[in-house]
């Protein structure tokens, strides 16, 4: 059974960082893209990043280009989400999503999220 | 990036047929692909691509596509299809990722 579990969030004031963490198990992990989406409270869905199995291909949404990196590590069967100079508009709950197969941006999998709270 | 426009809302008598469109220019290149999200939950894939449901989705759910416009269809919707449904696709640069706004979907 695949599981995602996130963690790391939490309350940061705006202008400092945040690093979030996903834990996969179930599945051979750096066979797959993996995602990270985000949901602000009330609100709709918003991809925010992805990285190919090897972290050769990244990308970003342009709302988080250049303050947000995505990193995994293949050994650890994890995946991660730096985020700085965070702003209130950034306060959501985060999920790490797994691609069915390469950076194919079909998510079969997600986990619970965790959630980000950015205020002063 | 694009954009992915969904009905905001729709209802559906027990029983009864309902279809969800998502719009958007990137549909004319790429297949969507949707998810259902029930209060609290994390969202669920279930329908992707040209004709393809993952095994433990009910076959009432379809998708289809044609030009711009990619639609979702429960057919016999039963109490427990009532859930946010949400569309994906690449945007037009096939790079990144966009969600469409979101339908919630009340079974009567």
């Known amino acids: 059974e695949v599981q995602l579990v996130e963690s790391g969030g939490g309350l940061v004031q705006p202008g400092r960082s945040l690093r979030l963490s996903c834990a996969a198990s179930g599945f051979i992990f750096d066979d797959y893209a993996m995602h990270w989406v985000r949901q602000a409270p009330g609100q709709g869905l918003e991809w925010v990043s992805s990285i190919s199995w090897n972290s050769g291909s990244i990308g970003y949404a342009d709302s988080v280009k250049g303050r947000f990196t995505i990193s995994r590590d293949n050994a650890k069967n994890s995946l991660y989400l730096q985020m700085n100079s965070l702003r209130a508009e950034d306060a959501a709950l985060y999920y790490c999503?797994?691609?069915?197969?390469?950076?194919?941006?079909?998510?079969?999998?997600w986990g619970q999220g965790t959630l980000v709270t950015v205020s002063s | 990036s694009s954009e992915l426009t969904q009905d905001p809302a729709v209802s559906v008598a027990l029983g009864q047929t309902v279809r969800i469109t998502c719009q958007g220019d990137?549909?004319?290149?790429?297949?969507a692909s949707w998810y259902q999200q029930k209060p609290g939950q994390a969202p669920v894939l279930v329908f992707y691509g040209k004709n393809n449901r993952p095994s433990v989705i009910p076959d009432r759910f379809s998708g289809s596509s044609s030009g711009n416009t990619a639609s979702l269809t429960i057919t016999g919707a039963q109490a427990e299809d009532e859930a946010d449904y949400y569309c994906?696709?690449?945007?037009?640069?096939?790079?990144?990722?966009?969600f469409g706004t979101g339908t919630k979907v009340t079974v009567l």
């Open positions: 999503a797994k691609d069915m197969s390469g950076i194919t941006f079909i998510f079969d999998n």
């Open positions: 994906n696709s690449r945007d037009s640069s096939g790079d990144e990722s966009v």
């Open positions: 990137s549909l004319r290149s790429y297949y």
